[in-house]
């Protein structure tokens, strides 16, 4: 049995030519790679958009709210709750920024 990582030379023989007939002169590789490119993007504009909205909500941006929260006098639960996401969010999207820079390194 061949390990995931490896493909059994006789379904590439038998795909490669449907890949070519759907623009993929690269074969199994560049399928791959353009599929991992709408997944990586999908990521990115979800987690773009998120911060937009957490900054549409807060009406400044991140850095200058988590300076109000942490001068703050008193806990607010709710605004912690919501720079946490926040901080998550933007966490997120520089993480698949960065891996889609080194999937086109590649």
């Given at each position: 049995?061949?390990?995931?990582?490896?493909?059994?030379?006789?379904?590439?023989k038998?795909?490669t030519?449907?890949?070519?007939?759907?623009?993929y002169?690269?074969?199994?590789?560049?399928?791959?790679?353009?599929?991992?490119?709408?997944?990586?993007?999908s990521?990115?504009?979800?987690?773009?958009?998120?911060?937009?909205l957490?900054?549409?909500?807060?009406?400044?941006d991140?850095e200058q709210?988590l300076?109000?929260a942490?001068?703050?006098?008193?806990e607010?639960?709710?605004?912690?709750?919501?720079?946490?996401?926040?901080?998550?969010?933007?966490?997120?999207?520089s993480?698949?920024?960065?891996?889609?820079?080194?999937?086109?390194?590649?």
């Amino acid at each position: 049995m061949n390990s995931p990582s490896t493909i059994n030379p006789q379904f590439e023989k038998q795909v490669t030519p449907l890949l070519s007939e759907f623009g993929y002169q690269g074969g199994i590789k560049e399928l791959v790679q353009d599929q991992l490119t709408l997944m990586l993007q999908s990521k990115i504009d979800h987690y773009q958009a998120e911060i937009a909205l957490y900054r549409q909500q807060s009406g400044d941006d991140y850095e200058q709210i988590l300076n109000y929260a942490e001068s703050a006098t008193s806990e607010d639960f709710d605004l912690e709750d919501r720079l946490n996401d926040w901080r998550f969010a933007r966490e997120m999207l520089s993480h698949y920024q960065a891996q889609m820079a080194q999937l086109a390194d590649d």
